[in-house]
């Protein structure tokens, strides 16, 4: 669930967009985009609504991922080949799957459609950070959802989540949504059992450089999962962590 931040690039022609979207006012970028339908437009217009959706405390509406995930869609009819197009999809995918079990996810027939995305991205782009960030934390929430059985069958591990991790560490070192999405996808897993890993990765976030609203929400996750591991039983800290976006 990364994938927020798009490449300098991706903003060239749309500085009100990046304004709006930096400042916090997600449906306003989104409206600025999609006032121009292209591919490039309609995936910020995703973007800014997969935002939105991250921004708040609990399981974002079927509403608000079903336009962002529309809105990729779109960008892909327009350019099957589209980075961002892409990893919005997957983003939005891997969302609205959020709640699911591994056996519920896989009877609506895109359980693995965020991978295959991803990969989709890496063939053609293999540094690209955010799907190996993407990567790393659907092979972790394939091992917690579906446990060891499920993760069997689905090809995920915690071992190819920290390979992941890690390319997309070393492609972008300073980008704190890549460390936080770890960090709680691992917390959630079993936090004790990965408790160094756990601290390395929010370490990483919070020295990571905080310019937009997202950034300084992901910042506050982050004091808060390193308070409830100081201070709570590892059971209540899954619980939490499972609970944050």
Excluded at 158 to 177: F, K, L, M, T, W
Excluded at 213 to 220: F, G, N
Aim: charged content about 20%; aromatic content about 4%.
């Amino acid at each position: 669930m990364l994938a927020l931040l798009m490449t300098p690039a991706a903003f060239a022609d749309n500085a009100d967009y990046a304004v709006a979207f930096e400042q916090g006012h997600y449906s306003q970028a989104a409206e600025i985009a999609v006032q121009d339908e292209t591919a490039e437009t309609l995936a910020l217009a995703a973007r800014a609504l997969l935002a939105h959706a991250m921004s708040g405390e609990v399981q974002p509406p079927a509403q608000l991922l079903g336009r962002a995930e529309a809105y990729a869609r779109r960008a892909l009819e327009l350019d099957p080949a589209h980075v961002e197009g892409q990893l919005q999809l997957a983003i939005a995918l891997s969302l609205k799957m959020r709640p699911l079990s591994t056996r519920e996810a896989r009877r609506t027939g895109q359980a693995d459609a965020p991978r295959a995305l991803a990969e989709a991205v890496l063939s053609v782009d293999p540094g690209n950070a955010y799907a190996h960030g993407l990567l790393a934390v659907w092979n972790v929430e394939v091992v917690r959802r579906g446990g060891p059985i499920g993760s069997a069958i689905m090809g995920a591990s915690v071992r190819e989540a920290r390979e992941h991790y890690e390319q997309a560490v070393a492609a972008r070192p300073g980008d704190a949504s890549i460390h936080w999405q770890f960090a709680r996808a691992l917390a959630a897993l079993n936090p004790k059992k990965y408790r160094d890993d756990i601290d390395a990765a929010l370490a990483a976030a919070q020295v990571a450089p905080v310019s937009n609203a997202l950034e300084s929400t992901m910042s506050e996750r982050c004091s808060r999962l390193q308070t409830a591991l100081a201070s709570l039983p590892s059971d209540e800290v899954e619980r939490l962590a499972e609970e944050m976006l």
